[in-house]
């Protein structure tokens, strides 16, 4: 496999091919980074000097009927601009997740029209695997919703479970969008909406 390949294919620039070996089923692909690549993952500076490697799997998009993973030996960098040890920034998947950006947004294309099981059994991945997937992205889409052209708000107040713990709801009633979720019921409950609405103009 070509490094050309690597990156039209599946996404990755700034890695190298070494091997490829088919597994219980998987397509198992050996890449490395290539010297170039190599930057501080919290300041993103090339002032580095190598400090060890972290071996990580990532599943990434499926080759017909069957699934694909990279095993990248992810190179462990000493900052000389902020002094810190930390992985390599990897242009390819965001922290803390066991799979590429290319996976992630293939499933959420085949969430457009299939079941979260569907998916899962489909890539061959767990049923969490995907309801993370779906989770982050909701996240990414209305985690802050704008409040800059809010016209018209409607409140109220929700109780949830069987106790006395209760929810100050804010809605854009235009769009019917969710806009602020607080803790509580009162006027209290309400703080950080008013100051986030006021940074917003």
């Keep these: 496999m070509s490094t050309s390949l690597l990156y039209h294919a599946f996404g990755l620039r700034g890695y190298r091919f070494v091997r490829n070996d088919y597994r219980e089923g998987v397509v198992h692909f050996s890449i490395e980074h290539t010297p170039e690549s190599l930057c501080c993952g919290q300041c993103g500076s090339d002032h580095v000097r190598k400090a060890g490697t972290v071996i990580r799997h990532f599943k990434s998009l499926p080759i017909g009927a069957h699934p694909v993973s990279f095993e990248l030996p992810v190179q462990r960098l000493w900052c000389f601009e ?24 293939y499933a959420l294309h085949l969430l457009e029209c299939a ?25 990414r889409r209305f985690g802050k919703p ?56």
């Excluded at 018209?152 to 769009?175: F, Q």
């Excluded at 969710?178 to 986030?196: H, T």
Aim: with cysteine; aromatic share 8%; hydrophobic share 40%.
């Design 82 to 105: 902020c002094c810190a040890t930390r992985q390599a920034k990897l242009g390819f998947a965001d922290e803390r997740v066991s799979y590429t950006r290319a996976f992630e947004r």
């Design 115 to 139: 079941t979260i099981k569907d998916v899962a059994r489909h890539l061959g991945v767990g049923w969490d695997t995907i309801k993370d997937i779906q989770k982050r992205n909701l996240g």
């Design 146 to 201: 704008r409040l800059k052209d809010l016209q018209h708000l409607a409140i109220d107040e929700i109780s949830i479970g069987h106790g006395h713990r209760y929810l100050t709801v804010v809605l854009d009633l235009d769009s019917g969008a969710v806009v602020y979720v607080g803790d509580g019921k009162g006027a209290d409950s309400l703080d950080r909406f008013w100051l986030r609405l006021r940074a917003s103009g």
